[in-house]
């Protein structure tokens, strides 16, 4: 049955004449006080059984009011109460409406309607209270057409006047997106309260008509603290950060108290505008208005310090909560993801899995990238394992993209390509995600593949796609193509190019010694080259020992970065392999004039679901005696294949001895051979660092494959490298 030829209204319809008995004698009996106190079902059943022991289920009053507790109560359950309302005969008014409130409240708000029509080919007519219940169903299911054919029943039985109805009507129109039905309601009413207009003014908020919906609030002869709290929350979702906090202190001027939603949206909006002053004042306002221990504005609290950089204030209002929910761990958990505390985020959601609270997609969201990070591929399989196991019918597509991402990042692309293949349908952030790691495993060829693939399917490349492919040519030294892809994606996709794009083109040129090109791109670029692209300029004039270039580009880059000691270790390293030792004396003698430190290199190797990092010449290790024990087994293994130190790279000392010892304790080196000690014979051994592997770390590493026969698989701060029988997949290009 259509829902549209249902709708026409029964001529037979008649208003039941008011036969129940009086009702007020029953208001207080026992069995039905009890239902006040009722929290679970089991315990309503109790109370049911014992209304039909005291005869009271034949009045229409006792049924209505466990009906409503079933449909309405949130520790109440739909199916009881529709068994319930079967069972009665003729049910009155306040039954139908119970129903249709409880449908709803519901997953399935839309069988409202065929209730409805129940109710009305029973010959019961709808009153002021069915059609705000009604409306708010058309708009929770987005069902437009089914709530004109409601708001023409409305006109049809005269309830348009009814301020409920009036308002649901608009809120129905604008939650929908009709905004000019939602405006035609609203104009045709004499009566213009606050709720009225902040149902329309959430429409023109939700379709990102601020200012529209700012001269609505400008009209509103009395405002309520409902309507400022529409505007604030509308500004705060819309990055309007500063005008959200505006209305917060107008509204104050003004004497409306904020209430714990306003309170939630500036919070939010302090969170992400970073404003640490304003957001610690109303924090000061939450604790003198003794709203400190309201678990929602706590939550909020941690996220707004988190975000804005204070994790420590964030974790001690996180510690101190006496009772947690998702929520809490979830903005904790995702505030050390969001300010690169990787390690912390790791930590907590082991506590979190200790807990009694299961984490949900928001929560895996946030620790997918902290174990791609840290190359925590034990946590990420888990995590995978958990995905496979509670979401049957995953609809948050971010996810998969997510463990793409993960296992991308953690080494194992053919986990990452098993999880692409079965994502159906795909989106284009699954696309960029498996292209991207392809890229970054120096599959070149693989990710151009996978590029026209996506081509075909019908998908538009963003310029997030085109970084992953261009920075694959560059990967893979493919000049000609990336030229030819650089050129396609700004006459072909009308993509505006980003540093970024440069970045890679320039990198790609370097690399192959086309210095003059380089040079010309740098020079048209529309914005002003950053100190990446600078430094992968400088690294190429290293490896092709342009000295020429690399000083008038070391000069931009320590004007650009005064602080990147690593610029002038590279400009060492370019005098270096052409002799010029006393240039090499200069700028040392700089770099401890300036008290310069070079970003310590970290190197991170995930062993039995425990993540250890490693620093150079690192002994904090609880085994760090067994570790040196080890690297100094590999070094002598290394000398007899006739491995030899390469040490021109090293710029702070001048004892080839002392040099040498540096070389072998880098931080790849100690990770390695941790990984040597603590895993099985034949293991591949997957480790993480932060910076660019060196020429030394990678020749040894090589060896190191073939001397212990393990596969192993680096990432460093550009890309991937595995090392399997002595060679390495970047085929030494990176
Ligand atoms: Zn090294
Ligand atoms: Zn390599």
């Given amino acids: 049955m259509s829902l549209s030829s249902s709708l026409a209204i029964p001529s037979n319809l008649h208003v039941l004449s008011a036969s129940d008995p009086p009702y007020k004698p029953l208001h207080n ?37 466990l009906v409503e507790f079933c449909a309405v109560n949130p520790s109440g359950n739909l199916s009881y109460a529709l068994s319930i309302f079967d069972s009665i005969e003729e049910p009155n008014h306040i039954i139908w409406n119970t129903i249709i409130r409880g449908y709803s409240l519901s997953s399935s708000p839309i069988l409202a309607m065929d209730v409805y029509i129940h109710m009305l080919l029973s010959g019961v007519e709808p009153n002021s209270y069915t059609f705000p219940f009604l409306l708010k169903s058309c708009a929770k299911a987005t069902a437009t057409p089914e709530g004109k054919q409601i708001h023409g029943h409305v006109l049809k039985f005269g ?10 009507l608009i809120n129905m129109y604008a939650q929908n997106g009709e905004l000019g039905n939602a405006r035609l309601v609203f104009d045709k009413s004499s009566f213009r309260d606050a709720v009225s207009f902040t149902a329309l003014i959430s429409g023109y908020i939700s379709k990102g008509y601020l200012d529209d919906a700012r001269q609505l609030f400008d009209e509103i002869p009395i405002r309520d603290v409902v309507s400022w709290n529409a505007m604030i929350a509308g500004y705060a979702q819309s990055s309007r950060f500063e005008e959200a906090l505006a209305f917060f202190q107008e509204m104050q001027i003004v004497n409306v108290r904020p209430d714990e939603s306003t309170l939630v949206s500036v919070l939010s909006a302090c969170a992400q505008s970073g404003s640490l002053d304003l957001g610690n004042r109303v924090r000061s306002w939450i604790d003198d208005h003794g709203l400190g221990s309201n678990l929602r504005l706590v939550n909020a609290l941690i996220d707004m310090y988190s975000k804005c950089g204070d994790l420590s204030t964030a974790r001690r209002l996180f510690d101190g909560l006496h009772r947690r929910d998702l929520i809490s761990w979830n903005v904790m958990i995702g505030g050390y993801t969001h300010m690169s505390s990787y390690k912390e985020a790791l930590a907590l959601f082991r506590q979190m899995q200790q807990s009694s609270d299961e984490p949900n997609d928001v929560t895996l969201l946030s620790i997918l990238p902290a174990c791609a990070h840290l190359g925590a591929l034990d946590l990420g399989k888990w995590i995978h394992a958990y995905i496979d196991k509670n979401y049957h019918n995953l609809h948050n597509t971010s996810l998969w993209t997510g463990l793409i991402d993960m296992y991308a990042k953690c080494g194992n692309i053919e986990a990452a390509r098993h999880i692409f293949n079965g994502i159906e349908p795909k989106t284009l952030a699954s696309w960029n995600a498996m292209i991207s790691g392809l890229a970054m495993h120096g599959n070149a060829l693989g990710a151009l593949k996978l590029f026209s693939e996506m081509a075909i399917e019908g998908f538009k490349p963003d310029d997030i796609t085109f970084v992953s492919v261009l920075s694959a040519c560059s990967h893979g030294g493919l ?15 009308n993509i505006i190019p980003k540093l970024q794009h440069y970045g890679c083109m320039i990198d790609l040129l370097g690399r192959a010694g086309l210095f003059d090109e380089a040079k010309d791109l740098v020079k048209n670029m529309e914005m002003k080259p950053d100190g990446a692209i600078w430094g992968s300029l400088l690294g190429a004039c290293r490896v092709h020992g342009n000295i020429e270039l690399g000083e008038y580009v070391a000069s931009q880059l320590f004007e650009l970065e005064p602080e990147n000691a690593g610029a002038y270790v590279l400009l060492s390293n370019i005098y270096a392999g052409a002799g010029r030792w006393e240039n090499v004396a200069t700028i040392r003698t700089m770099l401890n004039d300036k008290g310069m430190k070079k970003l310590p290199g970290c190197t991170s190797i995930e062993v039995n679901s425990v993540v250890h990092e490693f620093l150079v010449s690192d002994e904090t290790h609880p085994q760090s005696d067994d570790i040196y024990k080890m690297l100094d087994e590999i070094d002598s293994l290394l000398e007899m294949a006739g491995h030899v130190c390469d040490t021109s790279e090293v710029l702070y000392d001048i004892d080839e001895k002392w040099k040498e010892g540096t070389l072998s304790q880098h931080s790849e080196r100690l990770a390695i051979a941790f990984g040597l000690i603590s895993t099985k014979p034949g293991t591949t051994i997957r480790i993480v660092k932060n910076l660019r592997v060196c020429g030394n770390c990678h020749s040894a590493t090589k060896l190191i494959s073939k001397i212990f026969n393990r596969e192993i698989i680096a990432r460093d701060r550009n890309r991937f490298h595995h090392f399997k029988d002595g060679s390495c997949s970047c085929m030494d290009y990176w």
């Fill in 159 to 168: 309830l348009e006047c009814d301020v409920y109805v009036h308002t649901s």
């Fill in 479 to 493: 000049v000609d193509l990336g030229r030819q892809y650089f050129i396609s994606m700004i006459q072909d996709y």
């Fill in 29 to 65: 009996h026992p069995s039905l006080a009890l239902l006040s106190k009722c929290k679970s079902i089991e315990n309503l059943k109790q109370i049911h059984s014992q209304i039909i022991k005291t005869g009271l289920h034949n009045t229409q009053f006792a049924l209505s009011k």
